[in-house]
Nanobody
Framework: QVQLVESGGGLVQPGGSLRLSCAAS????????MAWYRQAPGEQRELVAG???????NYSDSVKGRFTNSRDNAKNTVYLQMNSLFPEDTAVYYC?????????WGKGTLVIVSA
């Protein structure tokens, strides 16, 4: 069974940083283009950052220049370094494939940006 386990969330002050991790128990992980998504309260889930199988990245305009997406295929893990956090970055963050077919969604990790 495929598992995605996100970690690294927490409470941080505006302007602070967090590093999220997502460990994937899936075969041929290095063949998947992966993405980070987030869902704020009352909002739809949105894609914020993607990383291709060979490490190419792309970002939504809302996080570009502040977030950095990376992966370690040897560890079946993707990372999201988040800097200069704003209160509007508050959300549950998930990782998954960047396009269909998606893997089973994990529980996500909660990020709260508040003074």
């Amino acid at each position: 069974q495929v598992q995605l386990v996100e970690s690294g969330g927490g409470l941080v002050q505006p302007g602070g940083s967090l590093r999220l991790s997502c460990a994937a128990s899936v075969t041929l992980f290095d063949s998947y283009a992966m993405a980070w998504y987030r869902q704020a309260p009352g909002e739809q889930r949105e894609l914020v950052a993607g990383v291709t199988s060979d490490g190419g990245t792309n970002y939504s305009d809302s996080v570009k220049g502040r977030f950095t997406n990376s992966r370690d295929n040897a560890k079946n893990t993707v990372y999201l370094q988040m800097n200069s956090l704003f209160p509007e970055d508050t959300a549950v963050y998930y990782c998954n494939a960047i396009q269909f077919p998606y893997l089973d969604w994990g529980k996500g990790t909660l990020v709260i940006v508040s003074a």
